[in-house]
């Protein structure tokens, strides 16, 4: 996730702040991929699990160089419906969102985008970058990240950094623990 921005920022410490521990936030509606997404990063593998009712918490270090690195605490915070209300709450002075998509259930792409612009929009999350994941790139008829942005995302890019990235938490195809560049 995010090799596209290390080009055009050659240290990811200048993005950074000085913090020991960033708040970063994943959400999305149900069944999009986010808790398959945070195990992949956490435990670098597949890990199949059934939705969540609330929330899910990890801390993932990342290593920044041979002496340094930074941990993310990552809330996984559930997508049903009835929980959406409570996003705001979670993502209250947070460091990043990782926004993730379901690529391939098209027919739900403006509800994605409907309650990505709520939430990005609130008053507390504006400056605050977006990462969006079009996750499930392996299933058929799934949209490409260049699509999932044409199509839900264009609108936010001149009000913050935000970014979109294909990937697959299936078996980890388009990201790695390099993500944290995409944080400021």
Known sequence: MGNHLTEMAPTASSFLPHFQILHVVVIGLDSAGKTSLLYRLKFKEFVQNVPINGFNTKKIFVPLGASHGITFQVWDVGGQEKLRPLWHSYT????GLLFVV???????????????HRISKASDNQGVPVLVLANKQDQPGALSAAEVKRLAVWELAAAMLTHVQGCRAVDGLGFSQDWSICMR
């Open 102 to 116: 379901d690529s391939a259930e098209t027919e739900r792409l403006e509800e994605a985008r409907m309650e990505l």
């Open 92 to 95: 209250h002075r947070t460091d």
